[in-house]
C-alpha cells in the first residue's frame, strides 16, 4: 500500500477499560446492534488509495453537510447520542462517519472508533479514529481534513471504544504504573 496515505501516524497506546460516555451508554441502549461484540476484531486496516481518498470525501461531505447545533438547540438535552439528519454536535457527527465507513465502505467496527478528547478549553469533545496499518487517525467536525492522531494539536485524548466490544471503552495514553526500585536497584 505505499504511498496510499501522504503521511503516517503513531498507533494510540490503549490503557485500561473505563466507564463509556453516559450519552454513549444511552446510545446503546437504543441502537443495540452498533454497540454489540465485534465478532470478528481485526487488525488495523490497510488503505487502498481509493479507500483513502473515500475515507477523506466521507469526513468532508458530513463535515459539510451536517448543521452543527447543540443537543439543547435540538433535544432540549444536554446529552444525546444520535445519528443526525440534518444537524448535530461531535458525537453525531461521529456517529454517522462511523456508521457510513462501516456500512458503505466495508470497514471493520474494530478499525472506526469513537473517540472522547479534551479541547484546550477543558470542554469535552467526540471524534472518530481510523485504526489503520499507516497508523491512527482522526476523522473530526471541527478540522477539515483527516490527520494523524498525534498530529491533532489542542487535543488531551482521554478513551475511544474498544477495537473488541464496540460498548466497551478504553483509555488513551495512559502510561503503565513506574517500576518500584528497590534500595539497591539501578534505574
Request: charged letters at 25%.
Given at each position: 500500500?505505499?504511498?496510499?496515505?501522504e503521511?503516517?501516524?503513531?498507533?494510540?497506546?490503549?490503557?485500561?477499560?473505563?466507564?463509556?460516555?453516559?450519552?454513549?451508554?444511552?446510545?446503546?441502549?437504543?441502537?443495540?446492534?452498533?454497540c454489540?461484540?465485534?465478532?470478528?476484531?481485526?487488525?488495523?486496516?490497510?488503505?487502498?488509495?481509493?479507500?483513502?481518498?473515500?475515507?477523506?470525501?466521507?469526513?468532508?461531505?458530513i463535515?459539510?453537510e451536517?448543521?452543527?447545533?447543540?443537543?439543547?438547540?435540538?433535544?432540549?438535552?444536554?446529552?444525546?447520542?444520535?445519528?443526525?439528519?440534518?444537524?448535530?454536535?461531535?458525537?453525531?457527527?461521529?456517529?454517522?462517519?462511523?456508521?457510513?465507513?462501516?456500512?458503505?465502505?466495508?470497514?471493520?467496527?474494530?478499525?472506526?472508533?469513537?473517540?472522547?478528547?479534551?479541547?484546550?478549553n477543558?470542554?469535552?469533545?467526540?471524534?472518530?479514529?481510523?485504526?489503520?496499518?499507516?497508523g491512527?487517525?482522526?476523522?473530526?467536525?471541527?478540522?477539515?481534513?483527516?490527520?494523524?492522531?498525534?498530529?491533532?494539536?489542542?487535543?488531551?485524548?482521554?478513551?475511544?471504544?474498544?477495537?473488541?466490544?464496540?460498548?466497551?471503552?478504553?483509555?488513551?495514553?495512559?502510561?503503565?504504573?513506574?517500576?518500584?526500585?528497590?534500595?539497591?536497584?539501578?534505574?
Open positions: 500500500m505505499a504511498g496510499a496515505l503521511m503516517q501516524a503513531q498507533p494510540m497506546e490503549i490503557g485500561d477499560p473505563v466507564m463509556s460516555p453516559i450519552g454513549h451508554f444511552e446510545f446503546c441502549k437504543k441502537w443495540r446492534d452498533e454489540a461484540r465485534i465478532a470478528e476484531p481485526s487488525g488495523p486496516e490497510a488503505l487502498s488509495e481509493a479507500a483513502w481518498a473515500a475515507v477523506r470525501q466521507i469526513n468532508d461531505r463535515n459539510s451536517i448543521i452543527p447545533k447543540t443537543d439543547l438547540e435540538l433535544f432540549g438535552k444536554d446529552e444525546l447520542w444520535t445519528f443526525p439528519e440534518i444537524a448535530g454536535d461531535c458525537e453525531d457527527y461521529a456517529l454517522l462517519k462511523r456508521r457510513i465507513l462501516i456500512e458503505e465502505q466495508g470497514f471493520s467496527p474494530s478499525n472506526v472508533l469513537l473517540t472522547v478528547v479534551k479541547r484546550r477543558g470542554e469535552g469533545h467526540a471524534i472518530l479514529t481510523l485504526r489503520t496499518t499507516e491512527d487517525f482522526v476523522l473530526d467536525n471541527l478540522h477539515p481534513a483527516v490527520r494523524p492522531w498525534d498530529a491533532a494539536k489542542g487535543y488531551k485524548f482521554i478513551k475511544r471504544q474498544s477495537s473488541e466490544n464496540a460498548a466497551a471503552w478504553v483509555s488513551i495514553g495512559v502510561p503503565g504504573p513506574a517500576p518500584v526500585l528497590s534500595a539497591g536497584s539501578k534505574p
